[in-house]
Structures are given as structure tokens and as C-alpha cells.
């Protein structure tokens, strides 16, 4: 993704911030009693992140925030992964100091849809999906992507789960540019920026 962010906005730096926690619920996200990855993420990684860049004099703008989660919960009911996905979506939209930054949400896949392994994709869970539709209608800043064509593989290592490879990943990428690039522009249209 950031090969194809610099190749349209040569000039522009580009920076990513990123906290992958493998398995992890959604509660460690959403649930004030529990959230620790949120808490961990706002304060160690996004605020020092932001302040570092400030210092150098540049503005920072989120151009897109990526959320793919969703198998570790598969079996929670709809209405439990909704609300806390909705608080997670108004976590970002107010306490990241950015108007609305645009929400991308990868789509699980439904249950036994992956065609690489199917059987393995029975693990996914429906309400998951549901839910993620039902937030997606609700805010404006927020939009599904679409990963059910996206590459997965099959991790028997690591307790039989499917996950999206590296091809996957780079799919996912040429997808998400055009997004982040739209983004950004219409974000920085009043700056004057020249990429």
C-alpha cells in the first residue's frame, strides 16, 4: 500500500501506524472494562506518533484507518459485536483529534465462502457480517471492502485458523489506494498542498 500511495502522491510523505494483535476480541477495542489494545494503541503508538511528526512542523492528516477483525468472536451474537464495533467507530471519530477519518472495514468472509479452504472458513461467523453491514449504514465515514476473493491460507501451525496471506494482503492494498488517495485529497484540498 505505501508503493502505491507514494507512486500517486510522489512527495507526500506517508506514514503508518499500526498495531496487529492476533486473535484478539473486539472488547480489547471496545469494552472500556477491557481495552487494553485501544488504550495501548491511543496512548503509546498514535499520540506519540502524532506529537513526533508535529515537532518535525509537518501536519499530520489520517487519510484511512484499516480495521480487519472479526474471527475471534465469530461466535458472539450480532447485536454484541455491533455495539462495540459502533463504540470503536466513535472512538475513532472523536478521540483521535481527526474530523471523521474514514473507516475501512474488511468484510469476513461468510461461513465456508472461502474458496481456498473452505471448510476451514466454516470458523467465520454470520453475525459478524451482519454486524459489520449494520455500522457500515449507520456511519458515513465508514465502508466495507470486500476480502472474499482476496488470497487466504490455511494455518494448521497455529491452531487450524485461515488467514489472509501476503497476496492477500496486497490485493487488499490495491484496493484500499484509490480510498486513501480520495481521501487525502479531499482532506488537504483547503491546505494548498502540492503533492
Known amino acids: 500500500l505505501g508503493i502505491l500511495l507514494q507512486e500517486a502522491l510522489p512527495g507526500v510523505p506517508v506514514y503508518f501506524l499500526k498495531l496487529g494483535a492476533s486473535g484478539s476480541h473486539i472488547s480489547a477495542w471496545a469494552n472500556p472494562q477491557d481495552d487494553r489494545n485501544w488504550t495501548f494503541f491511543k496512548d503509546k503508538i498514535f499520540k506519540p506518533a502524532m506529537q513526533s511528526l508535529k515537532d518535525e512542523g509537518l501536519i499530520p492528516v489520517i487519510c484511512g484507518i484499516w480495521w480487519m477483525q472479526g474471527c475471534a468472536d465469530a461466535h458472539r451474537d450480532s447485536s454484541y459485536y455491533r455495539n462495540s464495533l459502533e463504540t470503536l467507530v466513535r472512538r475513532l471519530n472523536t478521540e483521535l483529534g481527526s474530523p471523521c477519518p474514514p473507516v475501512f472495514i474488511g468484510h469476513i468472509v461468510k461461513p465456508g465462502e472461502q474458496t481456498d479452504a473452505p471448510d476451514t472458513s466454516v470458523q467465520f461467523g454470520q453475525g459478524v457480517r451482519d454486524a459489520q453491514d449494520a455500522v457500515a449504514a449507520e456511519y458515513d465515514n465508514v465502508e466495507i471492502i470486500n476480502t472474499a476473493l482476496c488470497s487466504h491460507q490455511y494455518e494448521k501451525g497455529f491452531g487450524g485458523h ?9 490485493q487488499i492494498a ?6 486513501v488517495i480520495s481521501s487525502w485529497k479531499q482532506q488537504t484540498s483547503h491546505m494548498h498542498l502540492d503533492p
Do not use: E
Not at 490495491?174 to 480510498?179: D, N, R
Open 162 to 170: 485461515l488467514h489472509i496471506d501476503h497476496k492477500g494482503q496486497n
Open 174 to 179: 490495491y484496493m484500499l489506494s484509490p480510498l
